[in-house]
């Protein structure tokens, strides 16, 4: 058997356990389950939750553990900047991934660059992050999951049976395969009630497959759905969603940032912030953004030449 269809079938069944994992609403640990929490079980969990993070005024803030890190020299004050300017790069960079979709050279740069931010982002966020345990919103959220194991799992090793549960958590990325899958899919296309019970009342892992499976449906009917391969590459279909939706906003802007539609070349205007420029760029393929800039050394030149 070739490696890449084994690959493919390891793959697929996969998504076959974790697709009946989540309608069955727990996941097997020792001779017992830990139950995926309902809404019963989350309710508690908020209650201690509100309770404790209203009683947390001694803890340690975010902004002390800021300025800790920062004296100590495990923090500094441009790794902050760079960490908050991620998200914004990154969006950018998926929806320079989608638009460079059908030029396999150009896709496998951006595709690289991505991964590599994406890391990056990841590896400065734990830094950033590593006391978070200690502030308000850790503790709260500790004593929350504390509470809610008490009721998700029926043994007496709660601290284990937490950290094996939460190790085991499904990511939205499996979600996201999983809601596109054969298996799923002859039971979503049924168009009753899947799970047999009201939306309430749902697991958050069965409400995100029905979401994520709505999103693909409603995508798929619009006039402007992608290519077939875009839906099975999650960071391509984020950039599709991104650029459409600045696309949408792009259009209730003032006339100087106004992007014409089906533009093959947008161009930039001065008292524009750099928020706003890269969103702009990023409604270009490379060639077109080759080509302003061309445009824009060409037209330079020629007022050097004169001056």
Known sequence: MDLKD?????DEARCEFLLYRIFSGKIEYNDRYIKDPDWRIKKLGAKIYYQTITNCEDVTSERDIYLFMVETSQWSKAEQTKLDSFPRQIENLKVAYYSSYQNPTQRKKNKQS??????DYQDLFLKRNIYKNLTAEGVARGAM??????????????LKALN???RNSIDEND????????????YYSSGKNIFGKPMFCLTDYQRKLITWSNVYKNTRSSPDSPSEE????????????????????TEKKDSAMKVPQNASNV??????????????KSYNTPEALEKIEKQFRDSNDQQQKQN
């Open 164 to 166: 094996y549960y939460q």
């Open 175 to 186: 979600l996201r395969t999983i809601s596109q899958s054969g298996e799923w899919m002859s």
């Open 6 to 10: 084994y690959s493919h079938l390891v």
């Open 114 to 119: 991505l991964e590599t931010a994406k890391n």
């Open 145 to 158: 999951w504390f509470e809610m194991i008490h009721y998700m799992y029926k043994g007496t090793d709660y």
């Open 267 to 280: 161009f930039m205007f001065t008292g524009i912030e750099q928020q706003d420029i890269d969103e702009i």
């Open 230 to 249: 875009i839906f099975h590459d999650h960071d391509a279909f984020d950039g599709y969603l991104i650029h459409q939706n600045r696309k949408d906003r």
